[in-house]
């Protein structure tokens, strides 16, 4: 099973940026969606945006305009570019692999980001 690892994650002051990366252990194209998910302490976690193998990339509101979500097949990696960060986006950050075909989900151990004011 393809296993993920997140790397990137941070303190950062409120208005500047960070780059988070998932690295998957083999080819994403085990998935049929690759996601980040975030929770903070004390909230239920939260998609943040995920991008299918085809379709269309979403966004949560919380995010859109600030966050973009990309992959890059030939390095079996997925990247989350977080610009204009707020002390709000203060959370653990998860990459997750979705198969539909056999409701597999695959789970990285998670990344730190934590914006000050």
């Known amino acids: 099973q393809v296993q993920l690892v997140e790397t990137g994650g941070g303190k950062v002051q409120a208005g500047g940026s960070l780059r988070l990366s998932c690295v998957a252990s083999g080819s994403i194209f085990a998935f049929d969606t690759m996601s980040w998910y975030r929770q903070a302490p004390g909230k239920q976690r939260e998609l943040v945006a995920s991008?299918?193998?085809?379709?269309?990339?979403y966004y949560a509101n919380s995010v859109k305009g600030r966050f973009t979500i990309s992959s890059d097949i030939a390095a079996n990696t997925v990247h989350l570019q977080m610009n204009s960060l707020e002390p709000e986006d203060t959370a653990r950050y998860y990459c997750?692999?979705?198969?539909?075909?056999?409701?597999?989900?695959?789970w990285g151990p998670g990344a730190q980001v934590t914006v000050s004011s």
């Open positions: 997750n692999g979705h198969d539909r075909a056999t409701s597999y989900d695959s």
């Open positions: 991008v299918p193998s085809t379709g269309t990339i």
